[in-house]
C-alpha cells in the first residue's frame, strides 16, 4: 500500500505561502515602493509595519492550513483512484 508523500506536500505548501508572503509584502508596501522610484526611501521598520499586521499573520497561517490540506486530500483521493483502477 502506498504511503502519502508529506515532505512533498510540505515542501509545496512551504513554496505556496512563501508566494503569498511576497506577494503580501509587495500589495502593502506598493505606494512606498513607487516613492523609492523617485528616489524619497521611507525607513525599513516603516515598510515591515505596513507588510507585518495581525490580519496579514492570521491570513498566512489560514492559507498555508488549506494549501496544506488541500494537497494532503488531494494526494490522498489520487491514491485511492490508482487503488480502484489497479483492482480493476
Not at 521598520?45 to 492570521?58: A, E, G, V
Request: hydrophobic share 45%; net charge positive.
Amino acid at each position: 500500500m502506498e504511503k502519502v508523500n508529506l515532505q512533498k506536500i510540505i515542501i509545496s505548501t512551504l513554496l505556496k505561502v512563501l508566494l503569498m508572503i511576497v506577494v503580501i509584502i509587495i500589495l502593502n508596501s506598493w505606494p512606498n515602493i513607487k516613492q523609492s522610484f523617485s528616489g524619497n526611501i521611507p525607513p525599513l521598520n516603516y515598510w515591515l509595519d505596513h507588510s507585518f499586521k495581525i490580519s496579514n499573520i492570521i491570513l498566512i497561517l489560514g492559507f498555508g492550513g488549506y494549501f496544506y490540506y488541500k494537497d494532503l486530500t488531494d494526494q490522498k483521493q489520487l491514491m485511492e483512484k490508482s487503488k480502484n483502477t489497479s483492482q480493476h
